[in-house]
């Protein structure tokens, strides 16, 4: 394949790239000199599902179901690779089956590994977590005085 071919093949796909670049700039620049520019205190406070924030809550979340987000994540990724790998089956050989084998085992081990040390089990790595708030409820955060209720709205 000589040069002027691959620039004939490339070239729809150096434009797209270039295009979305620019409108990419151009989003940003308009975005930046058209969008509002108030500055006020309440700008900054949290805002959570129509209610202002009133007091600094420390509840603690667990963060299982980001580890579930990134297994999925890391373990689909498997596929994309494994997808190209079978769309060029018949040029690479053997030598590729060999390759695509080792990489298969690796993530393989892995999971293994995940599934051992319990990064896969909810019950079992959250579990002393949850003993620890059942038997000292002190260490649970203090509710807000400001709970609404049927008087509280003037009713």
Known sequence: MDKSN???QLWPIAAYFLILAAMLAVMMLLSHFLGPKTKS???N???ESGIISVSDNKTRFTSHFFLYAIFFVIFDLETI???AWVIAF???GWLGFI???IFIIVLLVALIYIWRIGGLSLKKRHLPYRLSQLTNPSATPPKS???FTDNSRGA
């Open 81 to 83: 690779y494994l997808f």
């Open 90 to 92: 018949d040029e690479v």
């Open 99 to 101: 390759e695509a084998s």
């Open 45 to 47: 406070t949290p805002y």
């Open 41 to 43: 205190r309440a700008k």
């Open 6 to 8: 691959q620039i004939d």
């Open 145 to 147: 005085s400001h709970q």
